[in-house]
């Protein structure tokens, strides 16, 4: 019991020593924030070196302004840069944009001025006094007035120079082949197996007395798609004609009605055969996505063709259509420029046409002079830009900077 007395007794005393101690730590913290605490503002040095010009490479209505380091920012006597902006020398200046410090140089556009118009700019560096009590007191010096500039449109973009190199060397190599594909030159295109089966593919409808079946996606006649696959259509068609095979094209578009029908009617025309084209050949059906796939599976699974062609612009639909030519046992030649299709006609197709190879075989099948010198010349280019990737990958891990030929401003 006397024991815990004692106890009691030290610690009383300890906790009456440690208030006076506490006191005193806080009046010291005051005293030294005190001192430390500026009694006048620091008033930063005139910026210096104070530069507008015309923003370049643009359509006009913007202006660079840019200036030097103020020597008052190592010193912690600037927090941001005020911009502003008058119509003439006297005028009143207004300010534009402001920029915050710690950059190791200093520009901001300007992007409200109207071409031809005289401005005049100044910078302002912008410090705080924090012995004002009232939170922060702006006080700042300014630079000299710079002007009179102007904005102005510009006609080339000199920042693109290389994308417009790229194009010239592109449509010159297109130029040259369309011209020399309409001299006779023959050119050489790699075979590939689903343009190579066409004939086969109709060979074998005629051995069967059924009749083709051509579905030319379901996008309209703005869609590149459709218009590769009427070229092809128009090969097919012929062909049909010549074997005195029934081609039938059921379409989701009527304007693609039309240009079917049109082709049809002159690749029979070609093959001698105009008598034997009939109108119903092409047919509507309806513009509905699943409507117009419903419509072609009951078609397939009645009139079971022997050969199905399934060319243009697919989507979830693709699917439906392809496996169900699958099960009536059809020969099934498809080609699609939607990459997420291809996985479900390369499962369900006996050949399938990838990406480009559509548009190839438009070319390929056809022997149109423009198509043949489109299709070589792309390659050329694509065999031009291949070289000069590697060429520049080499030069860059050598450590020569070419990639900043291709950055786009």
Known sequence: MKIFRVLLLVA????????????????????????????????????????????????????IVSWDVSEGEYAGGVITYMVLRADSRDGEFVEIGDVPFGHASYNLRDNNTDDGVEYFYKVAAVSVDLAN?????????????????????????????????????????????????????????????????????????????????????????????????????????E??????????????????????????????????????????????????????????????????????????AFFAESLIMAETGNSIGAIQIAGTAQPAQLPFFVAACDYTLIGEEMFAASAYLSREPKLLGSLKGQDLGKAVFLVAIVVGIILESFGVPVSNLFKLN
Not at 14 to 24: D, F, M, R, S, W
Request: aromatic share 8%.
């Open 239 to 312: 062909i049909a004609a010549q074997n005195d095979t029934r081609i039938d094209v059921p379409v989701a578009r009527s304007m693609v009605m039309v240009t079917a029908k049109e082709i049809v009617k002159e690749s029979y025309s070609r093959a001698g055969r105009p008598d034997a084209y009939q109108d119903d050949q092409v047919r509507y059906l309806t513009d509905d996505q699943f409507g117009y796939a419903a419509a072609i599976d009951g078609l397939f699974v009645r009139e079971k063709p022997a050969t199905v062609f399934l060319m243009g």
């Open 133 to 237: 009590s009232d939170g922060g007191w702006l006080i700042g010096s300014e630079s000299d007035v710079f002007g009179p500039v102007k904005s102005s449109a510009q006609w080339f973009n000199m920042s693109r120079l290389n994308i417009f190199v790229g194009i010239i060397i592109l449509c010159g190599a297109i130029i040259y082949y369309i011209t020399a594909a309409k001299g006779g030159k023959e050119f050489y295109i790699r075979k590939i197996a689903g343009i190579v089966e066409v004939e086969n593919a109709v060979g074998r409808s005629t051995e069967m007395g059924r009749a083709i079946y051509y579905v030319p996606g379901i996008h309209d006649m703005d869609d590149v798609q459709t218009l590769a696959s009427m070229t092809i259509l128009g090969k097919v068609a």
């Open 12 to 63: 009383a005393v300890v906790a009456l020593t440690a208030v006076p101690a506490a006191v005193q730590d806080t009046v010291g913290a005051d005293a030294v924030a005190d001192s430390l605490a500026p009694s006048t503002p620091v008033i930063p040095v005139n910026i210096e070196n104070l530069s507008v010009r015309d923003n370049p490479n643009d359509e006009g209505g913007a202006v």
